[in-house]
């Protein structure tokens, strides 16, 4: 991987962000070794040195990514304040890879690649023109045939009515206890038992052993909380866990936008924009690596096809997109319904089947198995409120 000269220089392709859609399709393209003739360059003002994220999904069989993973869980916990259920997950697995073994395993793939170039510098113009596309940073001017854009912009999706946008936020400690208090076996997906003060709120807990965890509280509603009440309600949930004392070794926060609007509309012949700023981002629960992980080789695949690309054209929409639509509308207008919706996915359904429906790959009439254990009546006001709308 070469450092760039601060001459101006023309690429084949630009990817400004360096997030996990840009480094997980980059990567897949110097795997691939289809691209060697390409000249890549990777723009972002973040060095991508730290441990600054948690990224979880489900799987069924060993993928690229099998080295980097810290924890697998074959059991989950769902737990509301009327139920609690112990989830068996076969023939999936839930999967924990820390953002910095991520980041460290690509660029010691990428960084071998003499076409390929990483730049830390923020970008501050893109400009596309007939024959290819400007990229101006604070220091620098570049051009390239083909650009990807993974630099979210928060007004796109905000500064309209027409699809809801809620936001998955969070605070997360990263604890270790003195007593044993955890479940190294078993990770916690929801635990809406805490105070749910008209909103979707519950605990994520990931165990890594019976001392040590990653507690995170989340919400799915429109507005952030100040950091003090996330960190209040960890307290209370730690100490009623019995964790009379514990030492705070990692804090992560964040916040993802929960949205269909289409931003695969911004896309044009030579612009693609992935990652959370194209959509990538599954809708209705936020998350965010296993939609990269299929949407990049789906590109990778859509530009080795395609000698001259249109990129407008790489974006399909599905039914699952309208699904997504529908519980978004619902959690929009009544943010407390969150907890029996859920509840009632996974109070008997199963987690198997639910998770190949996050993931959207299952047919027509596995969907209807999944829908009709959710309430009936919201979804139908929903289904009427976005067909007339």
Known sequence: MKMQSSQIKHFNYIFTGTGLSALMTVYKMAVS??????????????????????????????????????????????????????????????????????????????????????????????????????????????????????????????????????????????????????????????????????????????????????????????????????????????????????????????????????FWKKNTKRVLNIGTAGGWTKASTGYTFKNSDKKSSALVEFLQNNLSPKMASFHQKSRFWFYDLLLLDILYRYNELGSAIFSSLFKKGNPALIFKFLDEETNVLEDVQVILKCPKIPFIKALFRVLFK
């Open 33 to 262: 070794g289809k691209f060697s003739d390409k000249t890549i360059l990777l723009l972002d003002e973040d060095a991508k040195k730290t441990n600054d994220r948690t990224w979880c999904f489900w799987d069924q069989e060993e993928s690229l990514w099998n080295s980097i993973i810290s924890k697998k869980w074959d059991s989950a916990l769902f737990v509301n304040e009327d139920f609690k259920r112990d989830l068996i997950l076969k023939p999936y697995r839930y999967n924990q890879i820390r953002g910095l073994d991520f980041y460290n395993f690509i660029f010691e793939t990428i960084s071998k690649q003499s076409n390929i170039t990483f730049l830390n510098e923020k970008v501050t113009d893109i400009n596309e023109l007939e024959t290819h596309v400007f990229v101006g940073t604070e220091a620098n001017r570049y051009t390239c045939d083909s650009l990807f854009n993974s630099i979210y912009t928060k007004g796109f999706a905000l500064n309209q009515t027409k699809y809801p946008v809620l936001k998955q936020h969070f605070v997360g400690w990263f604890v270790k206890s003195k007593s044993e208090i955890f479940h190294p076996e078993q990770a916690t997906f929801m635990d809406f038992s805490v105070e749910q003060r008209g909103n979707t709120r519950f605990m994520y807990v990931l165990p890594i052993s019976k001392t040590e965890a990653l507690v995170e509280y989340t919400l799915f509603s429109e507005n952030l909380l100040p950091v003090a009440e996330y960190e209040n309600e960890i307290q209370i949930y730690l100490r009623n866990l019995g964790a009379d004392q514990y030492e705070i070794t990692e804090k992560e926060q964040g916040s993802i936008p929960m949205t269909c609007y289409p």
